[in-house]
């Protein structure tokens, strides 16, 4: 591929272009010219005017449903939603049917996508099926190529069991994510515990849910540091989807002390509230769920100052059989991969420089991958994007269609990615 982008601005904080609209020479998978005026002999050309150009995205948190329930997702339906979302990496949970437990599944998936235009890193399970008992071998996944261990939708409840996984990755360097929910206080919860759970008499999940396992969590991960033997790693957390004002507090305090964790939130906690939910929409009903204004304010504050490192889609499809039902019996969840950008830009209150930023360096940092940047002689892997383009969201391009922003009009169009030596450009 040899390719001419004229006239696009660069958006990338750690290049000396950042801000500054160039033209991209782009031969052999890397950038090998950025300039004014630049010509090339037999190179596609593209006009970029309108056009911003940063690092290509990648989403921490994405639920495939293949293996298992490819009815809901496959492997090649999450590449094309992810692409048409602006990434061209993203991390895949092990929550599948087998849970990417072995060397067998954590191959099959990584292997339907090498080479692709899109990358897919695996999450492989801490413990055996996902179920909190018995560990996986984790020597074995790390080697084999798994990019971090979760057990994904089922946070790690037991605490022996959450020490010894932090004690045990510590020497491969490698990264635990887990997502504090204290199931025991959420058991049979369908949204916020709030004024409007108890107005429309639905179980409330506790926001005391998410603050007691993340104090847990944080004081395991202290006390993992003072009592391990390798003092030449350091033992790392990352907490998944945090949703309330008391996480927020808690992690920027962990940070203050020094202690090695990082969090994530989903981009679309940012753009409602359990009060939305009075209508009973299901696709609304996510897990974390929307919580109150005050902790949407804290989320915001969060982001704004560092606390929160990165933005994800936290995709989770379902097909219409698992969510066209009574709220109660519908399925936690909703499609974004499509819309993450878009709800970002609108709801986050951040500048497209820190959107960026926690779409690309930040995860990467966390994931433990190579820095990449847009410059001379660096990786062709790039999002193309319109910030300020308005435009209809009418059609997904994922197996599931459960989200509530289908049909709506949004803000922040994704025009193409470039990765591995593909390209794919989108009106």
């Known amino acids: 591929m040899k390719l001419l982008i004229r006239s ?12 500054q609209v160039k033209d991209i020479l782009i031969e052999g998978g890397k950038i090998k010219k950025i300039g004014d005026g630049l010509e090339a002999d037999g190179a596609e050309a593209r006009e ?4 911003s150009v940063s690092v290509g995205w990648i989403d921490m948190r994405v639920a495939s449903r293949d293996p298992g329930f490819e009815h809901k997702e496959d492997l090649n339906s999450v590449r094309i939603a992810a692409s048409r979302g602006g990434f061209t990496e993203i991390v895949l949970l092990p929550n599948t049917e087998p849970v990417v437990h072995s060397k067998d599944t954590l191959n099959y998936i990584r292997q339907s996508g090498a080479g692709g235009l899109v990358k897919l890193h695996v999450a492989a399970a801490v413990t055996r099926k996902a179920e909190g008992v018995d560990f996986t071998e984790m020597i074995d996944l790390h080697e084999a190529g798994a990019i971090a261990f979760t057990d994904g939708e089922h946070p790690v409840q037991n605490a022996d069991l959450f020490l010894k996984t932090i004690l045990y990755l510590q020497p491969l360097n490698a990264l635990l994510m887990n997502r504090p929910e204290d199931r025991q206080l959420t058991l049979y919860g369908q949204m916020h515990e709030g004024v409007t759970s108890t107005l429309i008499g639905m179980k409330g999940i506790p926001s005391l849910a998410e603050e007691m396992m993340l104090t847990r969590d944080l004081k395991l991960l202290e006390y993992a540091l003072e009592k391990s033997m390798y003092k030449s ?14 996480a927020v507090g808690l992690i920027r305090e962990a940070k203050t002390k020094g202690l090695p964790v990082t969090c994530d939130i989903a981009a679309h906690q940012l753009a409602f509230l359990d ?5 009973f929409d299901t696709n609304l009903k996510v897990n974390p769920p929307f919580r109150s204004e005050s902790d949407l304010n804290a989320l915001k504050e969060g982001l704004a100052d560092g606390t929160i ?3 994800v889609s936290d995709h989770n499809p379902h097909d219409e059989e698992s969510k066209n039902l009574e709220f109660d019996h519908a399925d936690f969840g909703m499609t974004s991969l499509e819309t993450t950008f878009s709800t970002a ?5 951040l500048s497209i420089e820190d959107i960026v930023e926690k779409l ?53 169009k994704v025009r193409g990615v470039i990765n591995n030596g593909k390209q794919e450009w989108y009106s």
């Open 8 to 19: 696009v601005r660069i958006v990338d904080k750690k290049s000396p272009f950042n801000g």
């Open 48 to 51: 970029g005017s309108g056009l």
């Open 233 to 246: 790693a350091t033992p790392a957390l990352h907490v998944s989807l945090i949703s309330t004002k008391q």
């Open 275 to 279: 009060k939305d939910l009075i209508d």
């Open 309 to 311: 490192d990165a933005i």
């Open 345 to 349: 830009l609108e709801h986050s209150g």
């Open 360 to 412: 690309t360096n930040a995860p990467r940092h966390i994931l433990r991958l190579a820095e990449i940047g847009v410059e001379e002689g660096g990786i062709a892997n790039l999002t193309f994007f319109e910030a300020e383009t308005e435009w209809g969201f009418n059609k997904s391009y994922s197996k599931s269609k459960n989200t509530p922003f289908l049909g709506k009009r949004l803000k922040g």
